[in-house]
């Protein structure tokens, strides 16, 4: 989990990042907590970085708000949950926050055990939203059945561990954007599991196989040295069949047999 919180306010600043450190490793919240008072600053990295959730601060002196959310909309794909906090009472914002595409709005002064709570459904809602485990997932060519461990390949069916899942999952839903090998390691293993830079290679080169992610079939997964590794979709390939809408019970069963 990865979290940016943008505010000008200092000292709001720091209390809203010593409150979501309690959703972090305690040992890693530094890292995994981003904290920004300049909107140049926290636009570039939102450009870079890939974040679990963003906090956003409605009153600001330079950029507002409003055009800050409506910046991340358009820009950042897919763009992460955002929870806005305002110091407007008269629910003006709330409705203009929620319109524009924030996840939820908060009165200020927050809570803390509400913010908490606030947070953990933001992002319960937004990974039931985009990675729903009852439902196929397409994506051009390739769907897949998160429930069920497959999924086809311009209608091949394919099986899939967990954590190949997973990872085909996070690369798919960030296309074109670089995932850093770190952010991988953060939401493909535990804490307490241990694994080496060769054991994410790996994983890689079975999606890729796996999942054709080959230009032949459209796709293009770059390894970016020092770095990470950037999926794009780099048009509908030529002589392929359509993906095949795996829908009925029985075939789905005959593939994981």
């Known amino acids: 989990m990865k979290i940016a919180i943008f505010n000008e306010d200092v000292d709001e600043l720091q209390e809203l990042s010593d409150i979501l450190k309690i959703l972090l490793p305690h040992k890693d919240s530094n890292r995994f907590c981003k904290t920004f008072s300049s909107n140049n600053i926290f636009m570039k990295q939102l450009r870079r970085d890939t974040f679990d959730l963003v906090m956003l601060d409605w009153q600001n002196s330079g950029i507002k708000g409003l055009q800050l959310l409506l910046w991340i909309q358009e820009h950042i794909m897919p763009a992460p949950p955002v929870i806005v906090l305002t110091g407007c009472k008269c629910g003006h914002d709330v409705v203009a926050a929620l319109n524009a595409g924030a996840i939820d709005c908060m009165e200020k002064p927050f809570r803390k055990a509400e913010l908490l709570a606030r947070c953990h459904n933001a992002m319960r809602n937004s990974k039931r939203q985009h990675l729903s485990t009852t439902s196929q997932l397409v994506f051009a060519n390739i769907i897949l059945h998160p429930s069920a461990l497959i999924g086809s390949v311009s209608g091949r069916a394919v099986s899939l561990t967990n954590r190949e899942l997973n990872l085909a999952l996070i690369l798919l839903s960030n296309q074109g954007r670089p995932l850093s090998r770190q952010y991988l390691y953060d939401h493909l293993w535990s804490r307490d599991e241990k694994f080496t830079s060769r054991t994410l290679d790996t994983h890689i080169y079975r999606i890729r196989s796996k999942l054709q992610l080959i230009t032949e079939f459209g796709w293009k997964l770059n390894t970016i040295y020092g770095y990470g590794y950037c999926l794009e979709h780099t048009g509908t390939p030529c ?12 075939e789905l069963n005959s593939i994981q047999s």
């Open 239 to 250: 002589d392929i069949h359509p993906p095949k809408m795996l829908t009925d019970d029985s």
